[in-house]
């Protein structure tokens, strides 16, 4: 059973390792779509007749979501329904040789259903089983459900986002669930290099989708216990570096600018031929920058505003001063340096009769690179390889049990 062959074109710094993602939404598929990005053979167990709910987020074309065709690609779908017996025995079935499995279930949920970890682990003791909820499995809060959008409030987040005279603003997308996908990600790989070089077991990894947005947010933490500051809301400045903005330029375009680093003021200055405010009393070094952000932006902008974007952008490469255009999608797909670095490409899709373009694999390896093979799966599309081939079930009794198998899957 074990000798099924991989996916063709299984390549990559993964290629050999199993993931068994029966998760939902958000935070979990993107953790699998990472390692199935490089190489590792992800199997996606959604839920017969409707699927993953992330089928039905975001936009479509002819009723089937592109979301969905992004975050799970490289993965092969099947059904199964958890909450009954014969489900369970799929995921049993998949666990024997599988290195990591993903889920992101209330709770105690898996519990009830029979496929607690100390349940899987005697199947297989190397299983490393990564748990995303909300907010943890201990805990007061560890029972209450949770998403994105509530880890991105409770985390102090949003209370940092936005205006000073406006309401906290949360993002645009899924900025909780993303950084938690590349957090269990990263977990995963590090549980899975202590069981391979140190101790030959798996173990349990879990984590709340507030926690890595919550370590992300910077120096809060240790400002708040040492002298009591508490971060507000203060638009698209910083509280350790001035000046950090967007600007508007004269053709009403604009520009991101950091001045991070005394010489890259400076340069800044040189550039927008402001000279003076480099020996501004109010300007002299970084402290005083953040103590008069305000006044500094004013300035900028006043200096700004008497350019273009395409030629103070020129300007500033010219002084060696750090900007960049602030892109919208449009402008993204035109940009030649998402050309060259092949930022976006094209992947070929059956179901949406041909291709479709989406954000490639980030990082490039000289040896080992990650590759998109293909799209996120119609809903089942590997039953039959996956459940007949490689579990070993028969057509009867998936048959039985409602399937509808087309071998030429």
Known sequence: ?????????????????????????????????????????????????????IRYW??????????????NRNKRSITADLRIKFGVEIVKRLVKDADIIIENYR???????????????????????????GFGQTGPNSHKPGFGTLAEGYSGFANINGYADQSPLLPGFGLADGTSGLMGAFLALTALHERDQKSGIGQVVEFGIYEP????????????????????????????????????????????????????????????DVKNLIFDERFLDNRLRIDNAKELDDALQKAILKFDQVTLINMFDKFGAPVAVCNNIKEIFEDEHFKS??????????????????????????????????????????????????????????KKEGYVIEKAQ
Not at 341 to 369: A, C, H, W, Y
């Open 341 to 398: 670095r092949q930022n976006i490409i094209d992947v070929d899709d059956d179901e949406l009769g041909g291709s479709l373009k989406m954000q490639n694999v980030v990082g490039k390896f000289s040896r080992t690179p990650g590759k998109i093979r293909h799209a996120g799966p119609q809903l089942g599309e590997h039953n039959f390889e996956v459940l007949v081939k490689m579990l070993g079930f028969s057509e009867e009794e998936l």
């Open 213 to 272: 947005l919550f370590t992300l947010l910077g120096p809060q933490v240790v400002d708040y216990d040492q002298l009591g500051i508490i971060q507000e809301r203060n638009g698209s400045r910083l509280p350790f570096t001035a000046p950090r903005n967007t600007y508007l330029t004269s053709d009403n375009k604009w520009v991101s600018i950091s001045g991070s680093a005394q010489s890259t003021f400076e340069r800044m200055c040189e550039a927008l």
């Open 107 to 133: 709770k105690g949920t898996l519990e009830k259903w029979g496929l607690s970890y100390d349940t899987l682990s005697k199947i297989n003791p190397g299983l490393i089983m990564i748990r995303i909820t």
């Open 58 to 71: 975001g936009n479509n074309k002819n009723g089937i979501g592109l979301m969905y065709k992004l975050i």
């Open 1 to 53: 059973m074990n000798n099924v062959p991989l996916p063709k074109l299984m390549t990559g710094a993964l290629k050999g390792i199993k993931v068994i993602d029966i998760s939902n939404f958000l935070a979990g598929p993107v953790s699998s779509m990472f390692l199935g990005d490089y190489g590792a053979d992800v199997i996606k167990v959604e839920k017969p007749d409707s699927g993953d709910e």
